[in-house]
């Protein structure tokens, strides 16, 4: 099984929708967060309650940036080349080398680059198909979710969760 390196994005929404647990239920002893990403939430205020629910559950494993001649050429080139934050960056730069799977929602700074080199990718809205799939979530929880998140001031499409299509390879993530 791949690692699921988890973007901060993603990690609001189901903290927002008091969701966490379906991360931990879908993802423990595969979700991993990078240094920076975790850096980012740490040293931000507005994610303390965030923060705490992460320790609480202890399923994100915190991954230090490799310092690689490859990593640092690829973030580099990503930096400049994309312009995107320093998480998405270092989050997609690490899933190239390590082949691993992004959970982001932030489409526009990383399907292009994903698509290119078949970096495969979670959004928040895959990520509550799989649990439905799973039975994780029913129907109603999923979109009371997705509700919530908007209400809550988050970017997430306004669809009802059958409606939804979700590439079948997902559901095995």
Same mark, same amino acid.
């Given at each position: 099984?791949?690692?699921?390196?988890?973007?901060?994005?993603?990690?609001?929404?189901?903290?927002?929708?008091?969701?966490?647990?379906?991360?931990?239920?879908?993802? +423990?002893?595969?979700?991993?967060?990078?240094?920076?990403?975790?850096?980012?939430? %740490?040293?931000?205020?507005?994610?303390?309650? +965030?923060?705490?629910?992460?320790?609480?559950?202890?399923?994100?494993?915190?991954?230090?940036?490799?310092?690689?001649?490859?990593?640092? %050429?690829?973030?580099?080139?990503?930096?400049?080349?994309?312009?995107? $934050?320093?998480?998405?960056?270092?989050?997609?730069?690490?899933?190239?080398?390590?082949?691993?799977?992004?959970?982001?929602?932030?489409?526009?700074?990383?399907?292009?680059?994903?698509?290119?080199?078949?970096?495969?990718?979670?959004?928040?809205?895959?990520?509550?198909?799989?649990?439905?799939?799973?039975?994780?979530?029913?129907?109603?929880?999923?979109?009371?979710?997705?509700?919530?998140?908007?209400?809550? $001031?988050?970017?997430?499409?306004?669809?009802?969760?059958?409606?939804?299509?979700?590439?079948?390879?997902?559901?095995?993530?």
């Amino acid at each position: 099984m791949k690692k699921i390196i988890i973007d901060t994005d993603v990690l609001i929404h189901f903290n927002k929708a008091g969701q966490l647990h379906v991360l931990v239920s879908l993802y +423990l002893g595969r979700a991993y967060i990078i240094k920076e990403v975790y850096n980012e939430i %740490k040293d931000n205020k507005r994610f303390t309650d +965030l923060l705490e629910q992460c320790n609480k559950f202890k399923f994100l494993k915190i991954l230090d940036t490799p310092d690689t001649e490859e990593f640092n %050429k690829e973030y580099l080139e990503i930096r400049q080349n994309i312009h995107i $934050g320093v998480g998405e960056a270092v989050s997609m730069a690490y899933s190239k080398i390590h082949k691993s799977v992004i959970a982001s929602s932030n489409l526009k700074d990383i399907t292009e680059y994903c698509d290119y080199y078949n970096i495969k990718y979670l959004t928040t809205l895959d990520i509550l198909c799989v649990a439905v799939h799973r039975k994780v979530l029913s129907k109603k929880e999923a979109n009371d979710f997705i509700a919530i998140v908007r209400a809550k $001031g988050s970017k997430l499409p306004d669809i009802k969760i059958e409606n939804y299509h979700i590439a079948p390879e997902k559901l095995e993530y």
